[in-house]
Each structure stands twice: as structure tokens, then as C-alpha cells.
């Protein structure tokens, strides 16, 4: 349903909820304050740049939004990449990977692929989440100390010896303020719930900084005085080799944002008892992500913290993140310059209270105790994030995952061969493949089951099996009723197979085959190439086929059995 949430709600709104709206859109929009500039800041552009994107992007994903509560904006997610473009492409191409990332999320949404996201393994979300939280915490310890370093390296190894020989230029004024700031932030939101304690943080830190004359360096200091107005849109310089370029880091963006974002959806219906339309979230977050980069801003998406003190502060529908947006422009029109006031290092330890939250070390460690090759997924998405690049590092736990995938799929797919009796009880049938006693086979039969999905991966499997098939066996019954699905190299598998029983002059039989897969060979033309009077419903009826076709008399199914035939199949 392509609806914007905000349609729906409209239609009972009341003063009641709009009273509730207002109340949380203000406190949502003074935590996002400091974040959005946080947020920026760490990204390598200005602090405008954050806030911008907190405005106009907060603004169109809860405008057009499949969530009632959903706060949207710059999250902690975006910083390694963003980071990364600016550093080779400069903001132009940041614009542009931007704008490629939403025209992708725009299309999955219009393309119903909102509820495919599930299906991204837990160990590569937390293996980049993790990675994302180690490089954002390593890029925060030069303003956390008032270390005096004149470019910080992008990358994580680099950094290490930098800090190692820049340790003893640590300012003390600095350090005093980042813990104060840490404290507050950490202690003092346990107490007080209805004001943010990284608001409370922001606003102490800068007062003690201001009032005792502190030698900390602030936003002023360092970027200028803040913009008290939206700049005018501008269009980037475009080319193909940058369309090229960006490609991969634009997709990276947009796999984050609807991750993050649909992740955030659920955590909010799960506190409100509500359920999201995730295709609209995804249109949403894509629209943010077209218009915003003209402005200025960089990737956005739903952001879980936000959303969450959205919640709890009352926030009903997706009036309330219009409002949060609403207060962020306010505050950029009327407070702009005593926001340039802030010190750097409390903004740092948001930071890295943002980075110990997203770490989730908990669940990193749960699932270092997992199978082999989850954990292999988890360490390997982990150390390429932080090693390396976060597009590489999802590309290649994907792909992992996906081998891996296929690799358990094959395991439980195998083929066995039955050739005694078989039982009438469906019970044992359940029990092995060879279980199954009471009836005789006829001799010159063979009988074979495939038990799993018969894919390119179990392909090798079946063909192995099969090889010891000899010559002189007259009719060999395939039995298919534990495949619930095949692909194309299963059907060039038994087509392969067909032609080889057609030249030793053995007669295949299939046995109990289900509809994807019945469908999934006759549009292929295998079952036309076996005959209609070979593919039987259960094993009866294919060993009464197997006699007529050897000129053996037919054995009769009683009604007592025809409930044993159908589990057979």
C-alpha cells in the first residue's frame, strides 16, 4: 500500500493528538540538535550541512513516511562513507551519490522490495554496525582530547600511529570538559528522562567553557559562524565517469538507509503495537535523499534513537517529526550564532556514546558463539569495514553469506536409492529414506528420492549418485516428494539425466512431484520429453506404471492404503 502514513492519520486527527505531537516535536528537534551537527561534523562537512539535512529530510520522511512515529535525518551509519566521498569526490560528488541512493530507494520502494531487507543476515548488519562504531569512536579521540593533529588520515590504520606520536599535545581543558560532558550523558539520563541528557550536556559544557574562559576549540573556532537560513539549491556537475564512480558508494548508501531505516520502523512498532509500509518508508527515505543533496545535506534515513524518544514523549503520528524539523529551522533562523558556541568535544562525546550504543558488543559476542560460518560472515564484514571500505565490506558479506547459503542448502539436499520393500505405515516413511517396507519391487526397477531443494548446488549430488545406475535397468522411478523447489540447473540436471536413460533404453518415472517444480518443468519442456504416462501422483501408481511397463500384472491399491499412498507420494 503506497500510502503515506500521514494521509491515513489525518483523517482522525484531533486537537488531543496534535497537543501530543507538539510536545514531542520540540524535545525530538533539541535532541537532534546537537546530533545532526555531531553527525556532520564527523561526515567531514560542515556543521550546516547536518543540521540542513535534519530540516529537510526530517520534514519528507515524515511526511511521506509508512511510519506513524519515524524520525528521520543523519544517523551514525552514513559517517564512514560520506567521510569517504568527501575525501575523494568532494561535496559535488557526495551530491550525486546522494541523489543516485535515492533514486534506488525510490525504485525498491516501487518495486515492493521493502520486505525483502529481512532477508540481510544479522552477522553482516552487526558486523559493518559494529565496524561503523569502532571507526566513528577512533575518529572522535582527537577532539575528546584536544589532541593537536593537523589532518586526522580516513583511514583506520593509519590513524594509530598518529595518535600514538600526537598523545602528549593533549589539552587538559579538553579532557576535563569531554568527561564532564560524559558523565552528564551517561549518569544523569538514567534520572531525568524528560529532558535529553546529551541536550542537558551540550548546554553545561558550552557554559562552562564560556563562563571559566576554557582553551577548548568550539564550532566558531574552527568552521565559522553557523548559517541562520536554507541555502538556495544548486545542481552538481555531472558526468558519466562520476555517475561510474559512484555507483558502488550510492548503493551502499541506499542498502544502509533502508536497512537502518526499516530496522528503525520495526523497533517503533514494537513500541506502539503498530506496523509500517515499509515501500512507502522506502519512497520517503529515497525523496529525502533527491532533494535534500541540492540544499547541501547528506544521506538520511530513519534514525532509531530519535524515534524512539519520539515515542516516548508522546509523539502519535508523523506530524510530530514535521514539528521536530520545523523546531531544527527555528533554531538555524534565530539561534544560529550561539550555536557556533558549542565545544567540539562535547559534540565528540555523543559521539562516542553514539558509537558505544551502535557497537552493540553484546550481540557481537552472542554471536561469536553462533555456527562457523555465521561467525566467519560477522568477522569478515567487521574487520573490511574497519580495514578497508564499508561498500566492500557489504558486497563481500553478502556474497559470503550467499555462498554460505547455498553451500548448507546443498548439505541438506541429498539422494538415495531404494531397493528393498517398502512399508505401507507412513510412519516409518518419516523416519529414513529406506524405511518404507511392504511392497515388492519388481526387478529391473531402481528407485530414487530427493529429499532437499534440487538446485545448481545439489546438482553435483545427484549426478554423482546416479552414476552407478547401470546399463540394464529397465525403469528408474525418481521419486520428488520431499523437493519443494528446483532452477533451472536441477531441469538441465534431469534433462541431461533423460537423455542418458533414453540411450541405455531405461524408462524414467517421476513420482510425487510438487507444483513449483511441475510448473518449473513444463514450461522447460522436460516433462513433455519424459510423457505424461511417466509422471505419476505417488509411488503406486508409478510401480503399477513400472509393470505395465515391463508386462507384469498391475497391484491393486486398497482403500486401506490409499491414506499411506498419499504420504508416500
Known sequence: MLVPKLVTTLKTYNKTLFFS????????????????IAFGIASGVSPNNGLITAV????IISALGGSRVQIGGP?????????GIVQKYGMDGLMIATIMAGVMLVLMGFMKLGTLIKFIPLPIITGFTSGIALIIFTTQIKDLLGLKIAELPSEFLAKIPVYTSSISSFNIDTIIVSVISLCIIIFLGRFIKKIPSTFIALILGTLIVYFFGLNVETISSRFGELSSSIPAPRIPVITFDTIYNLAGPAFTIAILGAIESLLSAVVADGMIGGRHRSNMELIANGAANIITPFFGGIPATGAIARTVTNIR??????????????VLLLIMLFFGQYAGMIPLCVLASILVVVAYNMSEWREFKAQLKMPKSDVIVLL???????????????EVGMVLSAMLFMKRMAEVTNVGVINREFDESGEADDTGVNSIQGKNIPKGVIIYEINGPFFFGAASKFKEAIRIVGKTTKVLILRLRNVPAIDSTGIATLEDFCYDCKKNSTVLILSGIHAQPMFASERAGLLEKIGDDNIRGNIDDALNRAREILGLPREEVTAEKESSVEKQG
Open 21 to 36: 505531537d507538539v510536545s514531542s516535536g520540540i524535545i525530538v528537534g533539541i535532541v537532534a540538535l546537537p546530533l545532526a
Open 313 to 326: 514523549n508522546g509523539g502519535k503520528t508523523p506530524v510530530a517529526g514535521m514539528i521536530h524539523a520545523v
Open 75 to 83: 544517523t551514525g551509519a552514513f559517517i564512514v562513507i560520506v567521510y
Open 380 to 394: 569478515t564484514t567487521f574487520f573490511l569495514t574497519v580495514i578497508f571500505d564499508l561498500t566492500i565490506a557489504i
Open 56 to 59: 529537510i529530510a526530517g520534514f
